[in-house]
């Protein structure tokens, strides 16, 4: 049984620094001169943080996620990384990842199982670019030019048997370089999961970069997920490992506090966390706070999959 210790997230809302305190002048501009020096930090021999050349084409469906693109320097030092530990401040921590070389296993109810070198795989995939938003369960938000492939070509790349019913995945496990994985009440390595269904819908993107380059470590480098209808933290960081089963996934966060982190996570406004209100986001960068949309503004494309379900809280949390 784990002791529990409530993350960062179970702050009652009113106790977390507002934003525009937080992202003072100061902390901005410094942080704006660190992520250079960040940048030298996190490079590996695959020159994490190299542009991608040439830029893969921008998605004309994702081309405008109707907010501005949150700056570069705001999206990788203010992360959840659990790894590195329980602050939004863990990018320097995080550069000491080494993402060159890394692979990836394919595993579980699939024709083959494979463990391919991240490259390999890279290869065999088409990129894109999509500009999302992105939506924390914490209630802010940001938006981001993510480079990546659907998760629905992965799929088909893995050959489930028919009998596979939902994808885990699972982040790299090495507490000798991530000092919050020394912290053993926490389930590591971290996994979550998406039903078969949700897999092969478009929307889910495996992502390899972001702002034109290589995927900055503190932002999950070199291979996350992206899940923009559901709360960040489906969207799981830095994977090595990625299975089909017939079993429902249990996931990191699930597995820490089960009544308040449930499988399906969607965004809605309407059903607030046990703890606080969803109904509005912060939007990191600015001094706004805006209402939050149903699905995260990405209804059109998924609620199909919940059809006769929306009652409730099952598939809210
Ligand atoms: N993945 C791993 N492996 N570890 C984590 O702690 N945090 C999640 C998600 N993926 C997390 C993770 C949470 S809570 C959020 S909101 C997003 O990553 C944050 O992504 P960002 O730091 O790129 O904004």
Same mark, same amino acid.
């Given at each position: 049984m784990h002791y529990i210790r409530r993350p960062d997230w179970a702050?009652?809302?009113?106790?977390?620094?507002?934003?525009? /305190?937080?992202? =003072?002048?100061? &902390?901005?501009?410094?942080?704006? $001169?660190?992520?250079?020096?960040?940048? @030298? $930090?996190?490079?590996?021999?695959?020159? $994490?943080? &190299?542009? #991608?050349?040439?830029?893969?084409?921008? =998605?004309?469906?994702?081309?405008?996620?109707?907010?501005? %693109?949150?700056?570069?320097?705001?999206? +990788?030092?203010? =992360? =959840? #990384?659990?790894? #590195?530990?329980? +602050?939004?401040?863990?990018?320097?921590? &995080?550069?000491?990842?080494?993402?060159?070389?890394? +692979? /990836?296993?394919?595993?579980?109810?699939?024709?083959?199982?494979?463990?391919?070198?991240?490259?390999? @795989? @890279?290869? &065999?995939?088409?990129?894109?670019?999509?500009?999302?938003?992105?939506?924390?369960?914490? $209630?802010?938000?940001?938006?981001?030019?993510? %480079?990546?492939?659907?998760?629905?070509?992965?799929?088909?790349?893995?050959?489930?048997? +028919?009998?596979?019913?939902? /994808?885990? #995945?699972e982040t790299f496990h090495d507490p000798e370089i991530a000092p919050g994985q020394r912290q053993h009440w926490y389930p590591w390595p971290y996994v979550e999961g998406v039903s078969i269904e949700e897999a092969t819908n478009p929307l889910p993107l495996m992502v390899v970069g972001a702002y034109g380059k290589h995927l900055y470590n503190s932002m999950g480098a070199p291979l996350r997920l992206h899940l923009p209808w559901k709360y960040g933290f489906k969207s799981i960081k830095s994977i090595v490992r990625i299975s089909f089963t017939d079993k429902r996934p249990v996931g990191f966060w699930e597995e820490l506090q089960g009544s308040e982190y449930g499988f399906w996570a969607n965004v809605n406004p309407d059903v607030p966390h046990p703890r606080w209100s969803q109904a509005s986001e912060r939007v990191l960068g600015t001094d706004e706070r805006i209402p939050t949309q149903i699905y995260n503004g990405y209804g059109a494309q998924v609620a199909e999959l919940y059809k006769g379900q929306e009652s409730g809280r099952t598939i809210w949390y």
């Open positions: 702050l009652p809302e009113r106790t977390v620094t507002p934003e525009h /305190v937080f992202f =003072n002048r100061r &902390a901005f501009l410094g942080g704006l $001169a660190g992520a250079a020096a960040l940048g @030298l $930090a996190g490079r590996s021999a695959r020159a $994490a943080l &190299a542009p #991608f050349d040439p830029r893969p084409p921008l =998605n004309p469906a994702f081309a405008n996620a109707g907010r501005d %693109i949150t700056d570069e320097a705001i999206n +990788s030092r203010y =992360n =959840n #990384f659990y790894e #590195f530990g329980s +602050s939004k401040a863990i990018s320097e921590s &995080a550069a000491r990842l080494v993402t060159d070389p890394w +692979s /990836v296993s394919i595993d579980g109810m699939v024709e083959k199982p494979r463990k391919l070198a991240f490259e390999d @795989l @890279l290869k &065999a995939m088409p990129l894109e670019e999509r500009i999302y938003r992105h939506r924390c369960v914490e $209630a802010w938000s940001m938006v981001v030019p993510w %480079i990546g492939f659907p998760l629905a070509r992965l799929v088909e790349f893995a050959q489930p048997l +028919s009998g596979a019913r939902f /994808v885990r #995945f």
